[in-house]
């Protein structure tokens, strides 16, 4: 099944006439689990929607550490930044289940933005958010103690009502540790902590959020 592009953010202004071109440049294609869609540094610019599946976007440095930025799901979209400097990326993709993506080439997309201007001022918009998004990372990172950065990510990763939500798909301590920037030891700990007390619980496919989590620990 096609994306519906008007359920996508960047291009819910469009008219249907204009939806309909834009959907005739998509090339859908399927991923398998942990299959690496871009990579940090590659010179490629299109522009990847998520149909189906999750997707990890991370940096990494020399020495093979990771940093976990985002975590992508249907209606997200990821790549937007070399469509507009065509410069290397800045950073990777990996499928973290069996994933659908709609893929439209740079100079398709671009070709777009020529004859709906309107498209460049939500695609300005669209990154806005992301820098506030870094923005929000940075501070977590360089204000909060490690419970504050692992409480705050899996909050902000949670979905559902209530107190009760589910962070899905699972992650596991590492990727957790790649995305406060610290030991994953030291959220082992947390995490064990956490699940004694009853706050949350893990099981095959997802980390359950019980209760409201402590402030500080």
């Given amino acids: 099944m096609p994306v519906d592009l008007s359920r996508i953010p960047l291009f819910s202004g469009l008219s249907e006439e204009e939806l309909n071109l834009l959907a005739s440049h998509l090339n859908t294609r ?40 985002n975590i992508l799901e249907p ?59 870094v923005t929000d990372t940075v501070r977590r990172l360089a204000l909060l103690d490690v419970y504050g950065r692992v409480t ?20 596991t301590q590492q990727d957790i540790a790649n995305m406060v920037g610290a030991s994953r030891e030291m959220v082992s700990r947390i995490m064990k902590d956490l699940k004694t007390g009853g706050y949350i619980e893990t099981t095959k496919d997802a980390i359950v959020i019980l209760k409201r989590l402590p402030s500080k620990w």
């Avoid at 399927?30 to 976007?57: A, H």
């Fill in 30 to 69: 399927s991923f398998p689990k942990n299959t690496i869609v871009i990579t940090e540094g590659d010179l490629s610019d299109s522009l990847y929607i998520v149909n189906e599946g999750q997707v990890k976007i991370y940096v990494s440095d020399d020495e093979g550490r990771e940093m976990l930025l």
């Fill in 152 to 171: 705050t990510t899996l909050l902000s990763l949670a979905r559902g009502d209530g107190d009760q939500k589910r962070v899905e798909p699972k992650l």
């Fill in 75 to 133: 209606g997200d979209y990821f790549g937007e930044l070399a469509l507009i400097d065509k410069e290397p990326r800045s950073a990777s993709a990996i499928t973290m289940s069996n994933t659908k993506l709609s893929i439209i080439s740079g100079p398709d997309f671009r070709e777009t933005l020529k004859k709906h201007p309107e498209l460049s001022i939500k695609l300005m918009s669209a990154l806005v958010i992301r820098l506030r998004e």
